[in-house]
């Protein structure tokens, strides 16, 4: 609730922004994987996920549609021409690897390779939200914009999922609580808390993080010989986002709280190169 996920609406384009503007490159293609998505049914798993592949099979009903006409003018100049163009820009886009990419894609979220042609309504919505992550990684857009995507994934999952990422050729904006998990494949983080920035830092220096909801999100982070029920968690109650009251808004959960801090809007200061706390 501190406004991750409107910000990333507003960039996506999915809800206007009450001031201010979105400016983004002419014919920038974004991906976007939200929370919250529309359940999926009559269609397999490899089906919907290749749904992603929008330029593959376009080109390939094309290049059937060609290869009809060849059969009845197989001499027809323009039409070989057409057809050797059309084969080139299939093989540019992956086309005959296309089905080996979409296997390989839901088998690294988790699917059996027997699951694949079972249809979508039978699964439960984290498994439906694994279809819809593939389709998304399937279509290659230049910026992909994901929204607490492991949520419904499984640890090896979720580390298939990070290599991926790692790999990726285009930008990346991700929303997420497990901050070490982040810092694995984005340059920058900017952790807000009831709808403001508190620290904005580089993925390499995470260890030098200094606001305390910062070290309280990274304190309560699972490693290795961490029992569940004792996992350090940050004290006080969230405060409203309607009709805040005046200065910090994390001021009642911050043990290092002073006096200022609960009559004065925080700013943000630099602290280091690429690194601002408020």
């Not at 507003?10 to 976007?32: N, P």
């Not at 606001?211 to 490693?223: C, E, I, N, S, W």
């Amino acid at each position: 609730g501190v406004g991750k996920s409107t910000l990333m609406k507003i960039i996506a384009g999915q809800i206007e922004a009450d001031r201010g503007d979105v400016t983004m490159s002419k014919g920038l293609k974004l991906g976007y994987l939200p929370q919250e998505f529309h359940s999926i049914s009559g269609i397999s798993v490899r089906q919907a996920a290749s749904e992603g592949l929008e330029e593959v099979w376009r080109l390939h009903h094309e290049l059937d549609e060609v290869a009809q006409k060849l059969n009845l003018q197989p001499h027809n100049e323009a039409l070989l021409e057409r057809y050797g163009a059309l084969q080139a820009s299939f093989e540019r886009v992956g086309g005959f690897e296309a089905e080996a990419r979409v296997e390989q894609i839901l088998c690294g979220l988790g699917f059996r390779a027997d699951e694949l042609d079972q249809d979508c309504g039978a699964l439960s919505g984290g498994w439906q939200m694994r279809v819809a992550l593939a389709k998304l990684l399937l279509s290659e857009p230049d910026v992909l914009l994901l929204d607490e995507p492991t949520n419904h994934l499984d640890l090896r999952s979720v580390d298939w999922l990070c290599h991926f990422l790692n790999g990726f050729a285009g930008g990346l904006i991700l929303i997420s609580h497990d901050l070490p998990m982040v810092a694995r494949f984005c340059d920058r983080i900017v952790v807000m808390y009831r709808g403001r920035v508190v620290e904005t830092i580089e993925s390499r220096r995470l260890s030098e993080a200094r606001h305390p909801y910062t070290q309280g999100l990274l304190d309560a982070v699972p490693r290795a010989g961490t029992r569940r029920g004792h996992l350090a968690s940050i004290p006080g109650n969230v405060p409203e986002l309607v009709n805040p009251k005046p200065g910090c808004r994390f001021a009642d959960r911050c043990t290092h709280v002073m006096p200022q801090c609960t009559s004065a809007d925080p700013v943000q200061t630099p602290v280091a190169d690429g690194h601002q706390v408020a």
